[in-house]
């Protein structure tokens, strides 16, 4: 199962509304997780289960979509966003990343 | 707190082995399953492989099956990634990672710092 990210990157300010999407090239489900990763550190969990926000994460990023098509969505963008997103599925072996989505500040 | 600490990498040269190590804390380590992903700028992250939780089941992507060897010690808490034939393009940051349940087929819910391994003649 392949997973595609668009778009590859963006720039954006702070306050905008930012969404991303990942595409399954074929169904999943709802078994996706959505990471940030900021440079020099490991990825951190923010959604799974396509809709569900990981304890802690800040309820500006909400997740939504099923089977094939998937976003990640952050409702007021903040300074502590700008990172690289990324989407994973575990409906089946071999798990699969997404190419990532690089937020930066415009 | 999880804490997952990774260890073993360095620089090796082609063709030559490595073992990378992760000792896990904070959580009941044989109820996870555990993985193993490396990233690269060019190929970004890459899922290598997963073991459920007692370490009875391992699953690989087809590109490690047969060079690289997922392991767990339970009664030590540490997982072991074993590197063999080692190639210029598996250069990466090689990330342990923590699964959300037992299963192999969880999200994945934390990772280690990660450790290098550069790979050059």
């Known amino acids: 199962i392949q997973l595609t990210q668009s778009p590859s990157s963006l720039s954006a300010s702070v306050g905008d509304r930012v969404t991303i999407t990942c595409r399954a090239t074929?169904?999943?489900?709802?078994?996706l997780a959505w990471y940030q990763q900021k440079p020099g550190k490991a990825p951190k969990l923010l959604i799974y289960?396509?809709?569900t926000l990981q304890s802690g994460v800040p309820s500006r990023f909400s997740g939504s979509g099923s089977w094939a098509e998937f976003t990640l969505t952050i409702s007021s963008l903040q300074p502590e966003d700008f990172a690289t997103y990324y989407c994973?599925?575990?409906?089946?072996?071999?798990?699969?990343f997404g190419g990532g989505t690089k937020v930066e500040i415009k | 707190e999880v804490q997952l600490v990774e260890s073993g990498g360095g620089l090796v040269r082609p063709g030559e082995s490595l073992r990378l190590s992760c000792g896990a804390s904070?959580?009941?380590?044989?109820?996870?399953?555990m993985h193993w992903v490396r990233q690269t700028p060019r190929k970004g992250l890459e899922w290598i492989s997963s073991m459920v939780g007692t370490g009875g089941r391992t699953f690989y992507a087809d590109s490690f099956q047969g060079r690289f060897t997922i392991s767990r010690d339970n009664s030590k808490n540490i997982l072991y990634l074993q590197l063999n034939s080692l190639r210029d393009d598996d250069t990466a940051t090689y990330y342990c990672?923590?699964?959300?349940?037992?299963?192999?087929?969880?999200?994945?819910?934390?990772w280690g710092q990660g450790t290098l391994v550069t790979v050059s003649s």
């Open positions: 074929q169904g999943i489900s709802s078994y």
């Open positions: 994973l599925q575990v409906n089946s072996f071999p798990l699969t």
């Open positions: 289960g396509a809709t």
């Open positions: 904070g959580f009941t380590f044989t109820t996870y399953a």
């Open positions: 990672a923590k699964g959300s349940e037992y299963s192999g087929s969880s999200h994945i819910d934390f």
